[in-house]
Structure formats: structure tokens, C-alpha cells
């Protein structure tokens, strides 16, 4: 609490927040654009929209694209967790929720006597994620019924492509009347 | 898409010129919206073919400017947002009428 105290007292705290926010618009949102998964249109559109907002209004406008950025940009990149969900049991999840919390109380708890708070909040975090990790692979596997669409989890995460690409028809000229076909001489 | 006040107020300004192309800092001002709010609805809009997406040619761009992106009606869009803006006006007549006269002053 104190290390948190004492940053938050810092000048230079504020000194980086006036010059990020206040000098380095165009650097800071080049660097919130990068939470957008990559190719997305948000990436370049923003860049460019900095440039028609009035110096004066850019610091808040910042603000407010980080804010998108941070709902917009995250959400698309989490974008399996649906998949995710189709495995977890959130009773089971809840429970290992709070049993993760406990630990990360602790962790603090216990590091923060020797000053390292940090220490502590990284393991807490660290478990939580780890935990809820184990948990749906564990479910997933255990239901037997479900192991194509594990499959299909596995494959999403590794590929952001996938459940577009699952979602295409086999034989689209089945689906498309001729004078849509697309390459035809 | 559900019908909100934030949709209402973005439908009045794209239908005030049903022609022109929209920039997303341009109908966060005349919409008085945050773009946290406004963009999201764009996108929606564009899933749903109301709205068709493109960006600014850069050999018409002024020099040291990145090319913008632009938002414009399609024709399903006319319809579906000049239906949002008449409810709007059924629901709440004096609100829309006061945005359309800002957005034309």
C-alpha cells in the first residue's frame, strides 16, 4: 500500500500523464490501437482520426479511445471465450474463484511482510488464470460428447480465422444462384 | 438492432444528407455522442448492411494526413434509420426536433 501511495504521490506520475496525454497524442494512440487484434480497421482508422480533432479536445478524446479500445479491442480478442464457456462449469468456476482469491489474499498477505507486493498480486492473478485454465480443459475433456467441439476451442484459439472459416459452407454453388459465382470465365 | 436514443441520434445526422460520406469524429460531434458509444453502433450498422464502410483515396488527401475512414448509407439503411428517426420523433418530438436544429445550425 505504501510503494502504491507513494506513486500516486509522485510528480513524475502526473509530468508522464500531462506529456503522454497532453504532447505524445499521436505515439499514445498508436499504442492503445495495438489492444485491436491485428488487420482490424480500427488500427488505422483512429491514427487518422486524431488528426481532425482540435489540439485542445485530444486529451480527452484519447481518454475516450482507450476506453474503447480497452472494451472494443478486448472483446475481439478474446474472442474464443464463448468457445470457452461451452465447457466451464461456472458453479465449479466460482467456487475455484474464491479459492483463487483466498490464495492471492495470502500471497499478499504473506509477501507483502518482506515488501513485495508485487510479488504477490502477480502470483494471485497468476492462479486465477491458471486455475480457470485447468478447469475448463478439465471439463472440456471430461465430457466425452463434447470432444469435437474441444477440438474446435483448441483450433479457435490457435487460428482467429477458424469459426469464420467452420461457418462457410462446403459447396457454396449449392447455396448461390449462377450469376453470383465469383472467378467464373 | 435495438432502437436507443444513441441510434436515434445517429440517424437523425446520416439521414440530414443521405449522399455524403461520415467521418467517425465528425458524427461523434454532431451526434453528441463519446466514441465509446458511437463507434460500436457503427459497427453494428455495418453488420447489419445499413451502413457501407470505405477509405479516403489518398491522392486526394492533403498531404501529412493519413487516409480516413468513411461511413455511408446504403439504401436498406435509408429505410431502416428513416424508420428510427420517425419513431424517434413519435417518442420523444421535441428532443429530436431540437438535435435536428442543432445539427443543421
Sequence with gaps: MNILTEILRSPWLYGA??????????????VFVLIYPRGH????????????VPYKERPVWLADQLGLALTEGLRERLHWLPVVAVFVDWRRVGIQFVMAIGNAGLGIALLSKYGIVGAGLMLGTASILLISILVSVWRGVRLGGRRDQLVALLLTVMDPA???????????????????????? | ???????????????????????????SKKSDLRSGVLYPILARMLSA???????EDPVTVASGRPPRRYY??????????????????????????????????
Design chain 1, 41 to 52: 480497421e480500427r488500427r488505422r482508422e483512429l491514427p487518422a482520426e486524431m488528426m481532425a
Design chain 2, 1 to 27: 438492432m435495438r432502437h436507443t436514443g444513441s441510434l436515434a441520434a445517429v440517424a437523425i445526422v446520416l439521414m440530414t444528407d443521405t449522399d455524403d460520406r461520415h467521418w467517425g469524429y465528425e458524427l
Design chain 1, 162 to 185: 477458424y469459426h469464420l472459416t467452420v461457418a462457410e459452407p462446403t459447396d457454396t454453388r449449392a447455396k448461390n444462384p449462377p450469376d453470383r459465382w465469383i472467378g467464373d470465365p
Design chain 2, 72 to 105: 455511408q448509407l446504403t439504401d436498406r439503411g435509408r429505410i431502416e434509420l428513416g424508420a428510427v428517426v420517425s419513431e424517434a420523433r413519435k417518442r420523444a418530438p421535441v428532443r429530436t426536433a431540437i438535435h435536428a436544429v442543432r445539427i443543421a445550425t
Design chain 1, 17 to 30: 500523464f500531462l506529456a503522454g496525454f497532453g504532447f505524445m497524442p499521436p505515439i499514445l494512440i498508436r
Design chain 2, 49 to 55: 448492411g445499413w451502413l457501407t464502410d470505405g477509405w
